[in-house]
């Protein structure tokens, strides 16, 4: 393939999304998707924060939110280890600081020792947040998604995509970290 070739696009409407991260068509394809994942994950962590506001009366952060949630899923406590692993993270300190900041507003609880282990647990005004929250996103989200034609459809083979992405993405960047740590 020559240069000329690679750079010419297929169709009109991909031309003028070309730069240096979208040089072909293929490119150009998951250079949008990355954009739009970029843009949904802002309109994401805007929604949870003011559905968390509209529900306690303090905004949380989107991780915050999402941190709380996952500690009050199947109402079973979770270690520091659990949580980073089911949120795929690797932001130990961002994480104390956010599970400090959850333990303040009593919204969680720490349990046992660095000895015995330590969980994190929702309290019981935290699981009320957690369930109020999930009835006010039944109520809008959800019943503005299901309005939305083929949308059930448009999430589960998002989903699939986005978790195929994931796995490149993860081996892309255990390649890329062997290149600068080889200088």
């Not at 899923?73 to 961002?94: G, P």
């Not at 900041?101 to 699981?127: D, F, H, M, W």
């Not at 993405?169 to 600068?180: C, G, I, L, P």
């Amino acid at each position: 393939m020559t240069e000329r070739s690679r750079r010419t696009p297929k169709n009109a409407a991909t031309a003028e999304h070309r730069w240096h991260l979208a040089m072909d068509d293929f490119s150009v394809e998951i250079t949008d998707l990355e954009y739009a994942v970029m843009r949904l994950n802002q309109s994401f962590s805007r929604w949870q924060s003011e559905c968390m506001g509209a529900v306690l009366g303090v905004a949380l952060s989107g991780q915050e939110n999402a941190l709380m949630h996952v500690i009050h899923m199947h109402e079973r406590s979770k270690t520091i280890r659990d949580l980073l692993h089911m949120t795929n993270r690797q932001d130990v300190a961002n994480m104390q600081y956010e599970l400090r900041k959850l333990i303040k507003s009593g919204l969680i609880e720490k349990n046992g020792t660095a000895r015995t282990g330590v969980y994190y647990s929702t309290t019981p005004e935290g699981a009320r947040v957690c369930e109020d929250y999930a009835a006010l996103r039944r109520s809008v989200l959800l019943k503005m998604a299901q309005s939305t034609s083929g949308i059930q459809s448009a999430a589960a083979s998002a989903t699939a995509c986005l978790e195929q992405l994931e796995r490149v993405y993860e081996t892309a960047t255990r390649e890329v970290a062997t290149f600068h740590r080889r200088r």
